[in-house]
């Protein structure tokens, strides 16, 4: 944090440093529930997954306004809410493969698979590798936000709670549109798996549309049950209005065609695609920016 952004605040610094280690120790939790979304996707049942991360956005807006509002822990507060939806998520996420025989002992899996690793590898390489620069770009994009003081931090960590729960639905149809490309492409029908991307884009867009001009209009009324900072409530309210037009009309788009991608076997392109539109905007521009 020093290095990037030399003085701050001593205050500041320590409760930054808090929320950073809080969302850390949260990190397996993620990647527990993240495992078994997938397991339920190869399975087929899309429903599981979306029901969990729902619920699970709901447990940390809940835990938000008491960690938040109630015991009055600040920018902690919101580090701990989120901490406690991503047990949660895997907690029940595990819980569900487990009572439906989906997973086996850890040592039924010692035995090592080399020709289906080398698959796995391909595309678990290049997701993992843009999860990773994702997060990475995500707490550097926070300790932009630290020499702005604790309201900045506090806008952004409890809108990224609600921006989770709206996105839920738009982006679980992403998963949709990458098992049709794979039938379509499996059973060599272009022409389907062409059909079935743009259809699906149009229903997300929808949906996005819906959910976020619902929140445009219902959010700002909610967030003061959060805090009652005016500052803080300005920066909500602009955030709230930049991803209601950015979600619905760029978001969409750009998921889609990346789910197509992945689901046609090519997550190369779109890893690289990504990981410098990361570097160059969110962390070039956003640096110049703020």
Same mark, same amino acid.
Not at 112 to 118: A, D, Q, R, T
Not at 187 to 205: E, L
Not at 225 to 240: D, Q, R, S
């Given at each position: ?7 701050? &605040? ?10 950073? *280690?809080? %969302?850390? +120790? ?42 938040? /509002? ?15 939806? *991503?047990?949660? =998520? ?8 487990? *009572? ?6 850890? %040592? ?25 620069? @994702? $997060? ?9 936000? $630290? ?5 900045? +931090? ?6 990224? @709670? ?15 549109? *990458?098992?049709? $490309? ?5 059973? /060599? ?14 229903? =997300? ?8 001009? @619902?929140?445009?209009?219902? %959010? ?8 009652? =900072?005016?500052?803080?409530?300005? !920066? ?6 930049? =991803?209601?037009?950015? +979600? ?12 197509? !991608?992945?689901?046609?076997? &090519? ?14 905007? &969110?962390?070039? !521009? ?5």
């Amino acid at each position: 944090m020093t290095l990037f952004f030399g003085d701050i &605040d001593p205050l500041i610094l320590k409760e930054s440093i808090k929320y950073i *280690r809080l %969302l850390g +120790i949260s990190l397996p939790f993620e990647a527990i529930f993240q495992t078994c979304a997938c397991a339920c996707r190869g399975y087929n049942e899309h429903r599981i997954p979306m029901f969990v991360s729902v619920s699970g956005s709901v447990i940390k807006l809940i835990a938000s306004f008491f960690f938040i /509002k109630i015991f009055k822990f600040g920018i902690v507060g919101a580090a701990l809410a989120i901490m406690i939806g *991503r047990i949660y =998520n895997a907690f029940v996420g595990y819980t569900v493969l487990r *009572r439906r025989s989906w997973i086996v002992s850890v %040592l039924k899996c010692i035995r090592v698979n080399f020709s289906l690793l080398k698959s796995v590898f391909y595309l678990g390489v290049f997701s993992s590798t843009e999860h990773f620069a @994702t $997060v990475f770009a995500g707490t550097i994009k926070t300790g932009y936000l $630290v020499p702005f003081g604790i309201s900045h +931090i506090t806008a952004s960590s409890v809108f990224s @709670t609600f921006s989770e729960l709206l996105n839920t639905t738009p982006f679980a149809m992403t998963t949709i549109v *990458r098992n049709y $490309v794979a039938i379509g492409i499996g059973s /060599k029908n272009i022409a389907k798996a062409h059909y079935m991307i743009w259809k699906c884009y149009i229903y =997300n867009v929808f949906m996005a549309l819906i959910a976020w001009l @619902t929140a445009f209009i219902t %959010l700002p009324h909610i967030f003061p049950l959060y805090t009652e =900072n005016e500052e803080t409530l300005a !920066l909500l309210g602009i955030i709230l209005t930049i =991803n209601t037009f950015a +979600i619905p009309l760029i978001s969409i788009f750009t998921v889609t065609i990346r789910a197509a !991608l992945d689901g046609a076997g &090519d997550a190369k392109f779109a890893t690289i695609v990504t990981i410098i539109c990361l570097f160059v905007f &969110d962390l070039g !521009l956003g640096y110049i920016l703020t």
